[in-house]
């Protein structure tokens, strides 16, 4: 197995809903990320999970919650998310955090 | 900091053209340099990487070799297919707070035209 997954793929959610995305990998990597990407712009790093501990947060809104509850899962939590929050969250892995990184297909995103 | 300056596009090409893409890089050490290619509607892929000077990466036709004194890991292909239309981006690793950071170009649009 050599890919990211991420579900859903599509997500709508209303300003005061609470909502998860979730992604996975069976790739034995111990580093896992997640971006946020807007339309034309790259990707921009939120956090990072190294050895399930985040190892970095991008500064990131507290409306944001990620949780690493294994090393082959990933999931980002959101809450009480803004219309400008809408935008394209991918998933990445990486054997270690100084390897490359594996995407996954990304869960589109709109807050309404 | 580090950071990476590509051409930005968009590019349209007819099938079969050279191909392109300029990337230079500022950043402190020795990076590791690498090339995303993103196709409409889905994640990035990861198409090649360089991870010290002179170092020559290599997929699907694509090149592009790491060069320590101009900072720049220019992206080549000698002939563009219809398949090759995406988003494609440089990037570099970054070292923070004992983690290792993608550092993203902002992104060149390519059009390839039969």
């Known amino acids: 197995d050599t890919e990211v997954t991420q579900t859903p793929k599509h997500l ?7 909502k998860s995305l979730k992604c996975e990998q069976h790739m034995g990597h111990r580093a896992m990320y997640w971006y946020k990407q807007k339309a034309k712009k790259p990707p921009e790093l939120m956090f990072v999970y190294s050895y399930e501990k985040l190892s970095i947060n991008e500064s990131v809104p507290s409306r944001f919650s990620p949780e690493c509850p294994n ?8 809450h009480a998310l ?17 390897y490359e990184q594996y995407f996954g297909p990304g869960t589109r995103l709109t807050v309404t | 900091g580090n950071s990476v300056t590509q051409m930005e596009g968009p590019v349209t090409l007819s099938e079969e053209a050279f191909l392109t893409i300029n990337c230079t890089y500022t950043a402190t050490g020795y990076p590791s340099l690498f090339w995303y290619v993103q196709y409409p509607g889905e994640g990035l892929q990861l198409l ?3 991870t010290k000077a002179d170092d020559k990466g290599s997929n699907k036709g694509f090149e592009a070799t790491y ?11 000698g002939s563009v297919q219809v398949s090759d239309s995406a988003v494609y981006f440089c990037a570099l690793d970054s070292a923070q707070g004992g983690s290792e950071k993608l550092v993203f170009g902002k992104g060149m649009k390519l059009t390839v035209n039969p």
């Open chain 2, 48 to 50: 090649l990487k360089a």
């Open chain 1, 82 to 98: 803004q219309p400008e929050d809408s935008a394209l969250y991918l998933c990445a892995s990486s054997l270690q955090d100084s």
């Open chain 1, 12 to 18: 709508v959610m209303g300003m005061t809903n609470k």
């Open chain 2, 67 to 77: 060069r320590k004194e101009t900072t720049s890991f220019h992206l080549e292909k």
């Open chain 1, 71 to 78: 090393s082959s899962l990933l999931n980002l939590h959101l």
